[in-house]
């Protein structure tokens, strides 16, 4: 088995999990840069997939599996935009290109996104796997995401022999989940844009490994492991709950406002705030799973509120913990039971 | 389609020459005269049990203001503490985010607490709304609620969602469909999507059916809601028969649903065209009070409203391949149409006035 973009935590934690099953004889590690965590037993290659050495790599391995996790909205220490870009779609077209002439590879996994349903009020409220995006998105981690579908239908019309699946997954959450929004839910006050509540879906860390094996495996007596998933948590959570079991206030602006604070950021070089991001905080993206379930056979441990409720507990509390609010209103009960029928005017908003 | 007859404006008023003037033209139902019939000749009776849910609404009103606002409840009853705590524990949870919506970012609490109990002032004492035939919408189960379109802005859609709300025995919610503008403009949309409004589109609705809610849809869209005061309760065209289609899939039952006085809310005289353009909505109505009031001729005219839902008609008796028979569909379609404007035509006539 080889997998790709090990560097990150994801993939690190991918790799050590995956050598546990029996299935698996060995794993090739794959990334750019040589990753700061270890990778259990796992023989970690230095090779950049935007190079042909990829290839070189697949034949001399013989891998029979290939996990293809190096799709990413950030870079890894710093990087500018333009090496993402070039790491997700080039890399992506080098390794297809050397899956194509390898004659063991058996299966491709690619971690996808939801990115690639775009986010426009014309859309319709749940995307299923065909939905067409009513506006494609237009730059960013989500065109990357896009284009390396593409990619990766054309190498499935090429291959029918190899078993292809494509996991679209919603934005992923957990204790140590380094993604935009996750540093975007740990800033203390969190800007929003005016008149406008998106609804959030998210995947926790552990169920993206626990998919990610299920996908990398045969597949299980009754289901089918190939094709297109969306892979989130059961639910929906407004951004404005999240902010509340966050305890960190939110500050509305307009919605030029933030588009422009957003490309003054970027310019500054300070976050990674991508223009589909803003779009995700303005109109949100709920994704259909019954694929998932029913084609795919999983089911997430955690729903939408659990990976949240976990990554939250991972977060240093924010300036209005949920608890304190909690336990002021019940104080204001408890004062009121006394009033017997007087109850005081609260301002507890 | 046959262009349907128009009461004038004047005739509410003077009822006698109103009831011997017949209040439809057979022509246009020639083709399906047998099919809308039946069903309409009692369905404009008042119902025996109307009254009663009307108090019961009205009981119901006070509460959840109240409770959210202790300070506000001058009422010294016992219930006063309970309601207190009651509302306390809503902003318990509403504070520390502790409260569920579904995929659509309907939010039930919130409705019911706080939205409905701000529409129903309107509902109750501004418009006065009267609710006919309430029965014919299933108990469980999905349904899709028909209904004609009209006001220049879309009130009848929140009225026809507290009408359902307040007057079913089940307390059915209604999930309307609404325009993409909605979805585009700040504030709205955050409020219709904790209505628990969606897109109107056929995987929105389609999704919905399936789940059994019951689903609100206006197919006339802005051609009716921004017509002329002119073409007052002249049914427009009803889109593209999508959601004939949809309701077959899912073999829901359609229920026809006619609003008598949202077409008088705000008597649009004009449209200013280009103004409308610049700002990219389909149309700018031009009122005797607006735009030259400004906000204040924003405010609709007090009218008497009546929402009666007709017969529903069965959509589960057709084989699967029907939704791809557009023969069936414009057909059904007309049906619809026929039978909502029929029942508008009767509804005008037992008018007395428009005001009153």
Not at chain 2, 122 to 150: M, Q, T, W
Request: proline share 8%.
């Amino acid at each position: 088995m080889l997998v790709t973009g090990v560097a990150r935590q994801l993939g690190g934690r991918f790799v050590r999990r995956i050598q546990r099953d029996p299935e698996v004889d060995r794993v090739i590690a794959v990334d750019a840069v040589p990753p700061a965590h270890h990778l259990g037993g796992a023989d970690f290659i230095q090779a950049d997939i935007r190079q042909p050495t990829i290839a070189r790599v697949l034949a001399e391995t013989g891998a029979d599996t290939v996990v293809h996790m190096d799709v990413t909205g950030t870079a890894l220490g710093g990087g500018s935009r333009a090496t993402v870009k070039e790491t997700n779609v080039i890399g992506t077209m080098q390794l297809l290109g050397a899956c194509q002439k390898s004659p063991s590879v058996r299966r491709l996994v690619v971690k996808s996104s939801t990115n690639v349903y775009g986010s426009a009020p014309r859309d319709p409220a749940v995307f299923t796997e065909t939905t067409p995006p009513k506006s494609l998105p237009s730059g960013g981690f989500a065109k990357d995401a896009v284009e390396v579908e593409g990619y990766v239908r054309g190498f499935a019309r090429r291959r029918p022999d190899v078993a292809v699946c494509v996991l679209r997954f919603a934005n992923i959450l957990g204790p140590a989940a380094d993604t935009p929004l996750a540093s975007y839910f740990g800033l203390p006050v969190l800007p929003t844009v005016f008149g406008y509540d998106p609804r959030l879906q998210f995947v926790h860390e552990d169920d993206v490994i626990e998919v990610l094996r299920i996908a990398s495996h045969e597949p299980r007596r009754g289901t089918l492991n190939s094709g297109t998933f969306n892979i989130a948590g059961d639910g929906v959570l407004l951004l404005s709950q999240c902010s509340r079991r966050l305890g960190r206030p939110t500050v509305p602006l307009l919605l030029p406002a933030v588009t422009w604070a957003g490309s003054l950021v970027r310019t500054l070089g300070m976050t990674d705030f991508s223009p589909e991001q803003i779009r995700l905080l303005t109109h949100g993206r709920v994704v259909d799973t019954v694929q998932m379930r029913e084609t795919l056979g999983f089911t997430p441990r955690y729903t939408t509120a659990g990976a949240f409720a976990d990554f939250a507990r991972g977060q240093v509390p924010g300036l209005l913990p949920p608890q304190t609010l909690a336990g002021a209103v019940d104080r204001l009960a408890a004062l009121t039971a006394k009033a017997g029928g007087h109850p005081q005017t609260h301002g507890a908003n | 389609m046959a262009d349907a007859k128009v009461i004038p404006f004047d005739d509410d008023r003077s009822r006698g020459s109103a009831a011997q003037r017949p209040a439809r033209r057979r022509s246009a139902g020639s083709r399906r005269g047998a099919l809308g019939e039946p069903g309409e000749v009692g369905s404009v009776q008042p119902l025996p049990g109307r009254e009663r849910a009307q108090d019961g609404s009205a009981g119901r009103e006070e509460e959840p203001r109240e409770s959210r606002e202790p300070s506000d409840a001058g009422g010294h009853d016992g219930g006063l503490e309970r309601r207190v705590a009651a509302g306390l524990a809503f902003l318990r949870r509403r504070l520390t985010g502790d409260y569920e919506v579904d995929d659509f970012g309907y939010d039930e609490e919130l409705t019911d607490q706080v939205l409905m109990s701000l529409l129903r002032p309107v509902y109750d004492k501004y418009f006065r709304v009267e609710v006919k035939g309430v029965e014919n919408i299933p108990a469980e189960g999905g349904a899709l609620i028909v209904a004609n379109h009209s006001g220049t802005l879309p009130l009848d859609g929140l009225m026809m969602q507290v009408a359902v709300h307040d007057h079913h025995p089940a307390g059915r919610h209604l999930r309307l469909l609404a325009a993409d503008l909605v979805f585009v403009l700040p504030v709205v949309n955050e409020l219709a999507r904790k209505l628990g409004h969606t897109l109107a589109c056929a995987e929105d609705a389609e999704r919905l059916l399936a789940q059994g809610e019951l689903v609100g849809v206006m197919p006339e869209g802005f051609k009716g809601i921004g017509k002329p005061f002119g073409e007052r309760y002249k049914l427009q065209r009803f889109g593209r028969g999508g959601f004939v289609s949809t309701a077959l899939r899912q073999g829901a039952p359609i229920i026809p649903c006619s609003i008598v006085g949202a077409e008088e809310i705000y008597p649009m005289l004009g449209n200013a065209k280009t103004l409308a353009r610049v700002l990219g909505i389909p149309y700018f109505p031009l009122t005797p009070t607006f735009p030259w009031l400004g906000p204040l001729g924003a405010i609709p005219l007090p009218t008497k409203w009546t929402i009666q839902f007709g017969e529903p008609i069965a959509t589960d008796g057709y084989p699967p391949e029907a939704a791809e028979d557009p023969m069936l569909m414009f057909n059904l379609t007309d049906q619809v149409r026929e039978q909502i404007q029929h029942t508008l035509y009767k509804l005008l006539v037992q008018r007395r006035s428009v005001f009153f």
